[in-house]
């Protein structure tokens, strides 16, 4: 098939060359002999709310979309860059259904890979190219986004023995502490907390993660820090053991796992983010430890997470 030369609906002439996009995405066109900008197309884009956009205070002109927020909408004026907020009633964050999926370009399976890797400590770049597809490692880091909210860990209703301790993340030469629960027989962590204190409300919101409504008689082991001392008096069913610092073994083993990755990811971007990362970690180190290190099951057992979601 021949490609249909473009000519200038004024005079014809086909001296012309390409000149932008206008605000709705149509190519514009520029005529070098009449010095006339024109467009084939004259499609408007599609609106993404019902409700009528605002107007600008200060040119009056019709205000187009800058960000989607939970709940409001942000416009900004073209001509002025003036800006505005309008609530609107979206829906709270439920999980995606597994239809979500098909807005990716490749199979479920590479993304679910690409996100088990991503904590093992595997650089973006390096799972790029592990894939042996032609993508982006930018567009990995969204595929690991997006997928991170779908995941919580299980808690073991047979946990009676636990190690609890904590580590540092510096973000901006701001210290943020990261907190692991870990079940002493099976070795898998049973709960986690994210802070910028290190005080008794922290280990009491620890444990009430680990609990949930299901409050029975453990025993915790822990180092020195004198915020554990909140165990005894707001909890009279656990049984608390100090040990020497550097002996907590359990929980040392995560978090020299979690500094891998800190490490292979080079610092976080958003400090927002830390919480997400800190769940999906554990989810994919819980799996990676009961199935053997197999990532092919741990993606299947990902997927059937999703799907029965």
């Known amino acids: 098939m021949q490609n249909s030369v473009v000519s200038c609906p004024k005079c014809g002439s086909t001296n012309i060359y390409k000149n932008g996009h206008d605000k709705y995405g149509n190519q514009q066109y520029f005529c070098k002999d009449c010095k006339r900008t024109f467009r084939l197309v004259h499609s408007k884009k599609h609106k993404l709310f019902s409700?009528?956009?605002p107007k600008c205070p200060v040119c009056g002109k019709t205000m187009q979309?800058?960000?989607?927020?939970?709940?409001f909408v942000k416009f900004r004026c073209r001509s002025c860059h003036t800006r505005d907020e309008i609530p609107t009633n979206l829906p709270q964050f439920v999980p995606l259904p597994f239809d979500s999926f098909k807005f990716?370009?490749?199979?479920?399976?590479?993304?679910?890979?690409?996100?088990?890797?991503?904590?093992?400590?595997?650089?973006?770049?390096?799972?790029?190219?592990s894939l042996n597809i032609k993508v982006s490692h930018v567009a990995i880091y969204k595929w690991i986004l997006k997928l991170s909210c779908f995941f919580s860990i299980l808690v073991p209703v047979d946990a009676f023995k636990v190690?609890?301790?904590?580590?540092?993340v510096l973000f901006k030469s701001k210290k943020?502490?990261?907190?692991?629960?870990?079940?002493?027989?099976?070795?898998l962590i049973v709960a986690w907390h994210v802070s910028k204190y290190r005080d008794m409300g922290q280990v009491k919101i620890l444990l009430e993660k680990f609990f949930g409504n299901n409050?029975?008689?453990?025993?915790l082991i822990t180092d020195g820090l004198g915020a554990y001392g909140a165990v005894k008096i707001l909890y009279k069913n656990i049984n608390h053991i100090v040990v020497r610092l550097g002996q907590n073994n359990q929980c040392e083993s995560k978090f020299s796992l979690f500094q891998d990755f800190v490490r292979a990811k080079r610092?976080?971007?958003n400090i927002d983010n830390l919480p997400m990362y800190v769940n999906s970690f554990c989810v994919v180190r819980n799996l990676l430890k009961l199935n053997g290190n197999d990532i092919a099951r741990v993606m299947s057992v990902l997927l059937s997470s999703i799907?029965?979601?």
């Open 307 to 309: 799907t029965t979601s």
């Open 163 to 168: 190690h609890g301790d904590e580590t540092v």
């Open 267 to 269: 610092g976080f971007k």
């Open 51 to 53: 409700f009528p956009y």
């Open 176 to 187: 943020y502490y990261v907190w692991f629960l870990v079940e002493h027989d099976s070795n």
């Open 104 to 129: 990716f370009r490749f199979p479920i399976f590479i993304v679910l890979k690409a996100f088990v890797l991503y904590f093992k400590a595997v650089s973006l770049r390096s799972i790029r190219d």
């Open 215 to 219: 409050e029975r008689t453990i025993e």
């Open 65 to 71: 979309i800058h960000k989607i927020k939970k709940a």
